[in-house]
């Protein structure tokens, strides 16, 4: 019940007790890909098998953060698509190119610890408003974000290469 050729790089859990999961097809170090599209799935724990799996965004290869709300899974690409998946209906509800926002790294999704969504991405910090998934700028990133990071006090900490940075969240 794998996903063959696909390796899991974000993984989160349902208010279910179940895990839902973004793939890369990519073959880092030599190796050879064998698919060609990442894919969202859920791994239902009693039973410990996929019970659904499907690309999210056509043509993507890396779904490189995600982020649980309620029913809802908020997701992006390493191509700089944002999508919203229904967990409940297994449907796509909303998705969008977001490429203003700049390249997306990985772990880009951060909730607070009162469920508010915030991702950090190369160009711009964002608040995603979860009901309407409008995401707001909350300021520029000093240099290119790298890699997304933590939640801490109120804080979002990042990486711009080799260096950590933090963003104090506007109220």
Do not use: M
């Amino acid at each position: 019940n794998l996903l063959a050729g696909h390796s899991c790089i974000t993984l989160k859990a349902l208010s279910n007790g179940d895990l839902v999961g973004g793939t890369s097809v990519s073959a880092p170090g030599g190796g050879h890909a064998t698919v060609t599209e990442s894919e969202l799935f859920i791994l239902d724990w009693k039973t410990k098998s996929i019970s659904y799996h499907a690309p999210p965004v056509p043509g993507e290869t890396n779904i490189v953060s995600i982020e649980v709300a309620g029913d809802l899974v908020f997701g992006l690409t390493s191509g700089a698509h944002f999508f919203v998946f229904n967990a409940s209906s297994r449907e796509i509800v909303h998705r969008e190119h977001v490429s203003d926002l700049g390249s997306v790294p990985r772990h880009a999704f951060q909730k607070s610890p009162d469920n508010v969504l915030y991702a950090v991405c190369s160009k711009q910090i964002v608040r995603v408003n979860t009901e309407t998934f409008e995401h707001e700028s909350l300021g520029v990133p000093p240099k290119p974000v790298t890699a997304g990071g933590a939640w801490v006090d109120g804080k979002l900490f990042f990486a711009c290469g080799p260096t950590v940075w933090s963003f104090n969240i506007p109220e």
